[in-house]
């Protein structure tokens, strides 16, 4: 069995689906892992849909749900065990996943983005700010397949330059803002099990966000 949850999921708490795994745990003991995985799904909402109402904040847990409908086949009749569960603690009913993928595990790609260097980047009008980015697949979860950068000056996404698909990409780029203000920047990038940049099914995403403070 497979379970995927969201972690922004608005219609059920991400805390029910470690309740469930804990129920899980008991019954199975020593072979939980044999045969149960929980992938928790970071800023996804709850629902099946590819198009997301507030795409600079969100993304698709569709992606995840389509591969976990393929991986158990392979897991009952060729024996090809998924990735493994993702790693996660829960305090005060908040479930609290580790930041780098390598420690999370699971299936979905971890994005880490800074703005000369920081969450948050202070500069003037016309100068340049340097975004930097590393995206880091889980173990066995695949390799990142594409990224696309959104400025905060509209919702139009930018295609990145991802020339090879590897489990860890780093992307660097600069931007220049003409005017003050406050501009949100985000990165949303997609990883694939087989590393198809041009599959369209069991793409699974993540993204990440800055703040640049941009002052006359």
């Known amino acids: 069995m497979i379970v995927v949850a969201a972690l922004w ?3 059920a708490f991400p805390w029910q689906a470690a309740w469930y795994a804990g129920k899980v745990r008991e019954s ?3 072979r939980l892992e044999q045969s149960f995985r929980l992938y928790y799904i ?3 909402l709850h629902g099946d849909v590819e198009s997301q109402r507030e795409p600079l904040q969100t993304v698709p847990c569709l992606g995840a749900l389509q591969r976990s409908l393929l991986d158990p086949s392979d897991w009952v009749e060729r024996g090809v065990a998924p990735p493994e569960r993702t790693r996660y603690r829960v305090v005060e009913g908040q479930v609290l996943v580790p930041e780098s993928a390598r420690e999370r595990k699971g299936v979905q790609p971890v994005v880490r983005l800074t703005a000369n260097g920081g969450k948050r980047a202070e500069i003037r009008a016309g100068q340049e700010v340097t975004l930097s980015a590393e995206i880091e697949a889980p173990p066995g979860a695949g390799a990142i397949i594409a990224a696309e950068w959104n400025f905060g000056e509209g919702v139009q996404f930018v295609p990145a330059d991802i020339r090879q698909p590897s ?3 780093t992307l660097q780029t600069r931007h220049v803002f003409r005017r003050p203000g406050t501009y949100v920047v985000t990165l949303r ?3 694939h099990r087989g590393g198809d940049r041009h599959g369209v099914f069991a793409r699974i995403q ?4 800055v703040r640049v403070v941009v002052g006359e």
Do not use: E, H, K
């Not at 993540?206 to 966000?209: F, K, P």
């Open 9 to 11: 999921d608005q219609d």
């Open 167 to 169: 489990p860890r990409v």
């Open 28 to 30: 199975l003991g020593r």
């Open 206 to 209: 993540n993204l990440d966000r």
């Open 189 to 191: 990038a997609a990883s």
């Open 42 to 44: 970071v800023r996804a």
